[in-house]
């Protein structure tokens, strides 16, 4: 089993940032990716962004250029830091850790006024 707790959310004002942290525990040996999902208010859950285990990322195309993801081994936490940030990136945000079993945060809700 794997638990992973998200913080960082929170209110900003548009063009604002932010930082989510990510943190795993329990067997994480068995983790070879993790990321970030969000859901906005009425919509489905989408990938925003995602970082393997040698380092590579992949980065939704909605919010390329303004976020980037990264990570940090020795604290087995993941960070997805938000730039640029729009109304339209209000949502909760998921960490996740894709695999076999796919594991899911309890979310952490982020809201950028216009």
């Known amino acids: 089993q794997v638990q992973l707790v998200e913080s960082g959310g929170g209110l900003v004002q548009a063009g604002g940032s932010l930082r989510l942290s990510c943190t795993a525990s329990?067997?994480?040996?068995?983790?070879?990716?993790m990321g970030w999902y969000r859901q906005a208010p009425m919509k489905q859950r989408e990938f925003a962004a995602l970082i393997l285990s040698d380092g590579s990322t992949n980065i939704a195309n909605s919010v390329k250029g303004r976020f980037s993801i990264s990570r940090d081994d020795a604290k087995n936490t993941i960070y997805l830091q938000m730039n640029s940030l729009k109304p339209e990136d209000t949502a909760v945000y998921y960490c996740?850790?894709?695999?076999?079993?796919?594991?899911w945060g309890q979310g952490t809700q982020v809201s950028v006024s216009s």
């Open positions: 329990g067997n994480t040996g068995s983790i070879n990716a």
């Open positions: 996740a850790a894709p695999g076999r079993k796919t594991y």
